[in-house]
């Protein structure tokens, strides 16, 4: 490592050819040394910029400045105390436009390298023996007021464990059969990988909270069911659950997929293990992968294991425009990704029996700005190419999804889809119910829904505080035998 | 887990299931579905509810054994138990006293339809029902049927049970004979319900088909059951799965069931070769692998 304290610690990482054709961790992660150094580099500002631009408010000096001395289980403890998923976080925050971004050592030798000093910490924890010691801290009463939280993504899981902390007994209800939301169908397992989730999903039920699976709120149990069930509050989580197209002739051929649909097949179903897992996906040699996002590099790179030979991403803007990581950019390039900017898809064609083979594009080109601040993209007259492809992914981003508030009246919604909340309380129009991340929020990133799940958490316990809580009530004789069962826990801890 | 508590065979390759999932039994309607997921490596299907006991939290439906997961549901016994099942799921059907109601069932779409005439018929409406199978081995439910029905015609391929011929056949014939239907509901396979929206497309008269595209999640989010009706995208699982089979693109609807065939069929060889070996005695540890 050269001139100690004045350059960033780069991340270590797979080679891009051993990577590429499987679906293991592309990131290493620091060893303890390289931890040490880069933790030395910060400078432990008075106020921090970086807490303000952390959505859960992470003390991020204190625990740089326990992983510096050595002491790694006071620096998990730490980061625990304001985020419950640091594992994931360390991952897949984009912390160059959060903490890393506002970070005092950004202008000189590059900011302090905060996402992978968080994702040391919790994976140092994981590899210990401390792990879940904390649980049995937790203060949940058997007699607390019972809270519903639908969907199981990172506001979710946020918001459940900071309500479990609080004392509520909280109840999380997903539609899939798995728990984890976008973490679980959406980011691959080489971003994220599959134990790691699983771990952190374990924190937040050894904090008190239950997992229920295969429950679509809006279809298996309504809005109102879980309010007659006994929970005195809910907190939708449900997400961006709506897949975006294209709205072009030919997306409806065999072999085209909505990104979703892609990665929630292989991530979510295992499709990359068929025929072992049963659930098909068909890739073929050339895939197109249209889109600038996470979400369109994800897919990309996904194809790429899958055995595809040649994968394109078109994108109608240049490369500064897109809203992917710029690390994630990189990743993909080095794997052998193309790029085909200042491009957009015209139409997919097809062969005789309806299977896609190729995209039809139109050049584009860059002129004035838009009302996203961002260059408005124009076709270049006569420009035209075609791009041979056996799957087209389209991941052009997802809305949020309208299957709750299209059984629910009373749950008004802005003109976009998403949940009209309350911009303090991220109450919605129906009194005692909250809804945070993507289902509310335009953000879009992970941290900001967990940002969403935390304080619709603090809002959700004064609200429950006002309603006269009964977390400080005498039990009652016509308790349910589920509370009893409840109660022996209790004893025990 | 979901345990089976009741297995039926109706036909030759066709099941009726009954399976304790009381969340997905307290009030399914007719034209809802429930998705299941058999095990660990299991894939997710969607199968019709066609019954319901909510006392008993069970759901009962019914299934024909035609690629490797079917099969495998169909080789699972009462006592053992299925790993997932999510719903009701879909848009219940529109049930109301229309008056005159021909309801075609064509396969294991007698199943699908079954829930849909009783509801119907509870409504008040004159029910002539139809119902079409290969061969009449192959048919089920014809009792359950005609008890909710004030008229039963049954075709078979092959003439072995009814009248040779398409359950078009008949409702051509009925209404060319001046018979007015204010509604026409379907299911089955996809040629069968074309030809039935062919059928009455020149009377105008109101024709709802129940369709069965590849589902995933099952919530809108993936967007594989994709639709078109009327020159606009639907899913299937949220906006459906009945549909104005005169604004359905059927066509579009086929290719895109087969849209992974080659993989269903290579998973069901595999299936095969392996209960073949394990009928052989080839692997005595009952290991997956071959």
Same mark, same amino acid.
């Given at each position: 490592?050269?001139?100690?304290? #004045?350059?960033?610690?780069?991340?270590?990482?797979?080679?891009s050819?051993?990577?590429?054709?499987?679906?293991?961790?592309?990131?290493?992660?620091?060893?303890?040394?390289?931890?040490?150094?880069?933790?030395?580099?910060?400078?432990?500002?008075? @106020?921090p910029?970086?807490?303000?631009?952390?959505?859960?408010?992470?003390?991020?000096?204190?625990?740089?400045?326990k992983?510096?001395?050595?002491?790694?289980?006071?620096?998990?403890?730490?980061? @625990?105390?304001?985020?419950?998923?640091?594992?994931?976080?360390?991952?897949?925050?984009?912390?160059?436009?959060?903490?890393?971004?506002?970070?005092?050592?950004? #202008? @000189?030798?590059?900011?302090?390298?905060?996402?992978?000093?968080?994702r040391?910490?919790?994976?140092?924890?994981?590899?210990s023996?401390?792990?879940?010691?904390e649980?049995?801290?937790?203060?949940?009463?058997?007699?607390?007021?019972r809270?519903?939280?639908?969907?199981?993504?990172?506001?979710?899981?946020?918001?459940?464990?900071?309500?479990? @902390?609080?004392?509520?007994?909280?109840?999380?209800?997903?539609?899939?059969?798995?728990?984890?939301?976008?973490?679980?169908?959406?980011?691959?397992?080489?971003?994220?990988?599959?134990?790691?989730?699983?771990?952190?999903?374990?924190?937040?039920?050894?904090?008190?909270?239950?997992?229920?699976?295969?429950?679509?709120?809006?279809?298996?149990?309504?809005?109102?069911?879980?309010?007659?069930?006994?929970?005195?509050?809910?907190?939708?989580?449900?997400?961006?659950?709506?897949?975006?197209?294209? !709205?072009?002739?030919?997306?409806?051929?065999?072999?085209?997929?909505t990104?979703?649909?892609?990665?929630?097949?292989?991530?979510?179903?295992?499709?990359?293990?068929?025929?072992?897992?049963?659930?098909?996906?068909?890739?073929?040699?050339?895939?197109?992968?249209?889109?600038?996002? !996470?979400?369109?590099?994800?897919?990309?790179?996904?194809?790429?294991?899958?055995?595809?030979r040649?994968?394109?991403?078109?994108?109608?803007?240049?490369?500064?425009?897109?809203?992917?990581?710029?690390?994630?950019?990189? !990743?993909?390039?080095?794997?052998?990704?193309?790029?085909?900017?200042?491009?957009?898809?015209?139409?997919?064609?097809?062969d005789?029996?309806?299977?896609?083979?190729?995209?039809?594009?139109?050049?584009?080109?860059?002129?004035?700005l838009?009302?996203?601040?961002?260059?408005?993209?124009?076709?270049?007259?006569?420009?035209?190419?075609?791009?041979?492809?056996?799957?087209?992914?389209?991941?052009?981003?997802?809305?949020?999804?309208?299957?709750?508030?299209?059984?629910?009246?009373?749950?008004?919604?802005?003109?976009?889809?998403?949940?009209?909340?309350?911009?303090?309380?991220?109450?919605t129009?129906?009194?005692?119910?909250?809804?945070?991340?993507?289902?509310? !929020?335009?953000?879009?990133?992970?941290?900001?829904?967990?940002?969403?799940?935390?304080?619709?958490?603090?809002?959700?316990?004064?609200?429950?505080?006002?309603?006269?809580?009964?977390?400080?009530?005498?039990?009652?004789?016509?308790?349910?035998?589920e509370?009893?069962?409840?109660?022996r826990?209790?004893q025990?801890? | 887990?979901?345990?089976?508590?009741?297995?039926?065979?109706?036909?030759?390759?066709?099941?009726?299931?009954?399976?304790?999932?009381?969340?997905?039994?307290?009030?399914?309607?007719?034209?809802?579905?429930?998705?299941?997921?058999?095990?660990?490596?299991?894939?997710?299907?969607?199968?019709?509810?066609?019954?319901?006991?909510?006392?008993a939290?069970?759901?009962?439906?019914?299934?024909?054994?035609?690629?490797?997961?079917?099969?495998q549901?169909?080789?699972?016994?009462?006592?053992?138990?299925?790993?997932?099942?999510?719903?009701?799921?879909?848009?219940?059907?529109?049930?109301?006293?229309?008056?005159?109601?021909?309801?075609?069932?064509?396969?294991?779409?007698?199943?699908?339809?079954?829930?849909?005439?009783?509801?119907?018929?509870?409504?008040?409406?004159?029910?002539?029902?139809?119902?079409?199978?290969?061969?009449?081995?192959?048919?089920?439910?014809?009792?359950?049927?005609?008890?909710?029905?004030?008229?039963?015609?049954i075709?078979?391929?092959?003439?072995?049970?009814?009248?040779?011929?398409m359950?078009?056949?008949?409702?051509?014939?009925?209404?060319?004979?001046?018979?007015?239907?204010?509604?026409?509901?379907?299911?089955?396979?996809?040629?069968?319900?074309?030809?039935?929206?062919?059928?009455?497309?020149?009377?105008?008269?109101?024709?709802?088909?129940?369709?069965?595209?590849?589902m995933?999640?099952?919530?809108?989010?993936?967007?594989?059951?994709?639709?078109?009706?009327?020159g606009?995208?639907?899913?299937?699982?949220?906006?459906?799965?009945?549909?104005?089979?005169?604004?359905?693109?059927?066509?579009?609807?086929?290719?895109?069931?087969?849209?992974?065939?080659?993989?269903?069929?290579?998973?069901?060889?595999?299936?095969?070769?392996?209960?073949?070996?394990?009928?052989?005695?080839?692997?005595?540890?009952?290991?997956r692998?071959?």
């Open positions: 490592m050269i001139s100690e304290g #004045k350059t960033r610690v780069a991340m270590p990482k797979r080679h050819a051993q990577r590429a054709r499987d679906f293991e961790e592309v990131a290493l992660g620091y060893s303890e040394e390289q931890a040490r150094q880069e933790a030395g580099r910060c400078l432990g500002c008075k @106020k910029q970086c807490v303000a631009g952390c959505p859960v408010a992470i003390d991020i000096p204190g625990f740089i400045e992983i510096s001395a050595g002491d790694f289980a006071g620096a998990i403890r730490t980061i @625990k105390q304001s985020n419950a998923l640091p594992a994931i976080c360390g991952r897949v925050c984009p912390q160059e436009t959060q903490c890393e971004q506002v970070c005092i050592l950004g #202008k @000189k030798g590059g900011a302090v390298n905060i996402g992978a000093l968080e040391f910490a919790a994976d140092w924890e994981a590899g023996a401390l792990e879940g010691q649980a049995s801290s937790c203060p949940t009463r058997v007699d607390a007021q809270v519903a939280v639908v969907g199981s993504g990172p506001a979710s899981l946020t918001c459940a464990g900071e309500l479990a @902390k609080l004392g509520y007994r909280v109840t999380i209800f997903e539609s899939l059969h798995a728990p984890g939301g976008v973490l679980r169908y959406g980011i691959p397992s080489f971003r994220l990988p599959r134990e790691v989730l699983e771990r952190e999903i374990d924190y937040v039920r050894s904090l008190g909270v239950e997992i229920q699976t295969n429950v679509v709120v809006g279809k298996t149990l309504t809005l109102e069911d879980l309010f007659a069930e006994g929970y005195e509050a809910v907190f939708v989580g449900v997400g961006a659950g709506l897949p975006y197209f294209l !709205n072009l002739p030919g997306e409806n051929y065999s072999g085209v997929y990104a979703n649909e892609f990665l929630t097949r292989v991530n979510l179903m295992k499709a990359h293990l068929f025929p072992e897992y049963d659930t098909p996906i068909a890739i073929g040699d050339r895939v197109v992968v249209v889109g600038g996002g !996470n979400v369109t590099m994800d897919s990309a790179r996904s194809a790429l294991r899958l055995g595809a040649s994968v394109s991403v078109v994108y109608r803007r240049s490369r500064a425009e897109m809203p992917a990581r710029a690390e994630e950019v990189i !990743n993909a390039e080095e794997e052998g990704i193309k790029f085909r900017f200042l491009a957009a898809p015209k139409r997919i064609l097809a005789g029996r309806g299977s896609v083979n190729a995209v039809e594009c139109q050049e584009m080109e860059l002129g004035e838009d009302e996203s601040g961002r260059p408005r993209p124009r076709p270049r007259k006569g420009a035209e190419f075609i791009l041979p492809a056996d799957t087209v992914i389209v991941a052009i981003g997802a809305g949020p999804n309208p299957l709750l508030p299209r059984v629910t009246p009373a749950l008004e919604t802005e003109t976009d889809g998403r949940l009209r909340i309350d911009p303090e309380t991220l109450q129009s129906i009194p005692g119910v909250f809804a945070g991340g993507d289902i509310a !929020n335009e953000e879009g990133t992970v941290i900001a829904a967990m940002g969403d799940g935390k304080r619709a958490a603090r809002a959700m316990d004064a609200y429950l505080k006002s309603k006269g809580g009964r977390i400080e009530t005498a039990r009652d004789e016509t308790r349910s035998t509370v009893v069962t409840a109660g826990k209790e025990k801890s | 887990m979901y345990p089976i508590v009741r297995k039926e065979g109706l036909a030759p390759s066709v099941w009726l299931m009954e399976v304790k999932a009381p969340l997905v039994a307290r009030q399914p309607k007719a034209g809802q579905f429930a998705i299941f997921r058999l095990n660990e490596t299991g894939e997710r299907f969607p199968l019709t509810i066609a019954r319901h006991d909510a006392r939290g069970t759901i009962t439906v019914v299934f024909q054994e035609v690629g490797k997961s079917t099969r549901l169909a080789s699972l016994e009462v006592g053992q138990a299925i790993a997932d099942v999510v719903g009701p799921l879909g848009v219940p059907s529109e049930i109301a006293h229309f008056g005159e109601v021909a309801c075609l069932g064509g396969g294991v779409g007698i199943a699908f339809i079954y829930p849909e005439i009783a509801a119907l018929h509870n409504a008040g409406n004159r029910i002539t029902s139809i119902l079409g199978a290969r061969s009449g081995s192959l048919l089920f439910f014809v009792e359950e049927i005609s008890a909710v029905s004030e008229e039963v015609h075709f078979t391929d092959d003439g072995s049970k009814g009248h040779r011929g359950v078009t056949d008949i409702l051509s014939e009925l209404l060319e004979s001046g018979r007015h239907f204010q509604r026409v509901i379907a299911a089955g396979p996809v040629p069968m319900l074309r030809a039935v929206a062919e059928v009455t497309r020149p009377y105008g008269i109101t024709t709802i088909v129940s369709l069965d595209p590849i995933v999640d099952g919530t809108g989010m993936c967007g594989a059951c994709r639709v078109t009706v009327g606009e995208r639907k899913f299937a699982c949220v906006d459906g799965p009945n549909f104005d089979a005169h604004q359905v693109d059927f066509e579009e609807l086929m290719r895109r069931k087969r849209g992974f065939a080659q993989l269903e069929r290579q998973a069901l060889e595999q299936c095969l070769a392996l209960e073949r070996a394990r009928a052989e005695g080839l692997l005595q540890d009952g290991s692998r071959l």
